[in-house]
Structures are given as C-alpha cells and as structure tokens.
C-alpha cells in the first residue's frame, strides 16, 4: 500500500542519505510522496502527487541538507482516496490545547464506526485523514476533561487505548509526533523496522540498508524519543493478515461512491 519513514533525535539529523534510499521505494508507490521535518512546534510539511522518483522539486530538496530531530516521510500508493493533493501524507493539525501533530498512515480501515462522521469533516477523503481527526479529537476531549494539557504518560496511555481498540480487523500502521514524541503501531508483521545509530533511531516500513535493523514492538503502541525507544504499550493480538477478498470488496465499495 503505502511506506513510511521516521526519525527521532535528540539533534538535528542529517537524513538525506536515509530519505534518497527510502524515495526511491515510490517505484512500487507511485501516487505521491510527503515529507515533515519537525521540530518542538515548527513542522514543516511539504508533499506532491506526483511520484517521487519524478518529482524535480524533490531531486532539488534531497540536494540541500535536510536536517531535524524529528523527521516523518511517506510515499502513497493510493486504495481509498483519489490521488490528490489532499489525500498526500503527511496530514497536520492542532489539538484544542494549540499543540501540532503530525501522522503519516500505511494501512486500511475495513470497519471502525467511530471515524465515519469525519468523512463530512476532512478535507480529502482517505480512512487515513479520518484516523487523524479521529486521534486529535480523542486527545482535545481528554485535555478539555483534565483541564489542562496532557502529559507525555497520558498522551501514550491514550494512543495505547486507541490502537488497541482501532487495529480488531483493521491495518493500522502509523507514526504520530507532537514534536517531541514518535508514537507508533505496527500490527501487520514485519512491516515497520528500527535502526539505532548516533543518537538517532531511524524507522522505516522496511530496512534501508545493510545495517542491523530491529522490528519495531509487534501489535502494540510504542514511543520513540531522543533516538530511543522509551515506552511499549499493550500487547493487543489484533494482528492484520492480508485478505485479497476484503480488499477487492473495499476497492468495489469506494468505487461507487
């Protein structure tokens, strides 16, 4: 479907080299790439439709240092959602408590209720940007009912919730940050790696080089911070198998909308 991309640090990084190799994945991913650099509250969100081994402008960005602590990349291969725009990840947005979150998505929604009434709200029309609203608006109820801005303990405690309960039937691959954290969910196997090298943790859908790479915690929430992996959360058993039938039903199903 899609791939994702991260890097947490406790520095700016380098990632060029990283990001030319992961681009050039979008051979087999052709329907758009993004890129968010990002740092405490500046995230920085560029994205085109058009293939990223194509792109002019991003052969001209990958030519220029691109350095931050937290950098998240994603290239698209389209199954709900035209390929537009604004269905590209990365997608950004601002809980009520004025904090920015970034969240790039490499999965399928088949069937959760609870995300339905975005699809009035969202600007594209990818399950991805549902997901997205989804979180934001769990994570402003909660800072509404406490009153004030929610700890690095609730915050993981409530994405641990979400993807616990999200990921029964579903593909939820995905990586978050609020600038600080990456939170992440894998529950597809051996679909999102992490490599540790000078105080970075780079993450990516698959290895980017020869390098010893780890498999990012299994069918449970995670959280990468400083280039470490600091927490783990519920060991769900919600893992996602491939299902050729449910996805044709899906792709008949969006077809006639």
């Not at 859908?205 to 915690?217: A, R």
Request: hydrophobic residues 30%; contains cysteine; proline residues 3%.
């Amino acid at each position: 479907m899609c791939e994702l991309f991260g890097i947490s640090s406790a520095k700016k990084y380098h990632s060029n080299q990283y990001l030319k190799e992961f681009f050039s994945h979008s051979v087999r991913h052709p329907h758009g790439w993004g890129l968010a650099c990002v740092s405490g509250s500046c995230h920085q969100t560029e994205k085109e439709t058009v293939q990223a081994c194509k792109s002019n402008y991003l052969k001209e960005r990958l030519s220029q240092p691109i350095c931050a602590p937290i950098v998240l990349a994603h290239i698209r291969y389209a199954t709900i959602g035209n390929v537009e725009y604004r269905n590209c990840h990365p997608f950004t947005g601002k809980d009520n408590c004025g904090c920015c979150w970034t969240m790039i998505h490499n999965g399928t929604i088949f069937d959760y209720p609870q995300i339905n009434s975005y699809i009035r709200r969202q600007c594209g029309d990818t399950d991805s940007e549902r997901v997205f609203l989804y979180i934001l608006d769990r994570i402003s109820e909660a800072q509404k009912k406490k009153g004030a801005r929610l700890s690095f303990d609730e915050k993981f405690e409530l994405f641990d919730e979400i993807v616990s309960d999200m990921s029964k039937g579903n593909k939820l691959n995905l990586m978050l940050t609020d600038g600080k954290y990456i939170f992440t969910h894998s529950n597809c196997r051996n679909t999102l790696y992490y490599h540790e090298e000078n105080g970075a943790a780079i993450i990516s859908t698959t290895p980017l080089d020869d390098s010893e790479w780890k498999l990012v915690p299994f069918m449970r929430a995670s959280a990468f911070h400083c280039g470490k992996l600091v927490r783990t959360g519920t060991l769900h058993g919600n893992e996602y198998i491939e299902n050729e039938e449910a996805m044709k039903m899906l792709y008949s199903i969006f077809a006639n909308l």
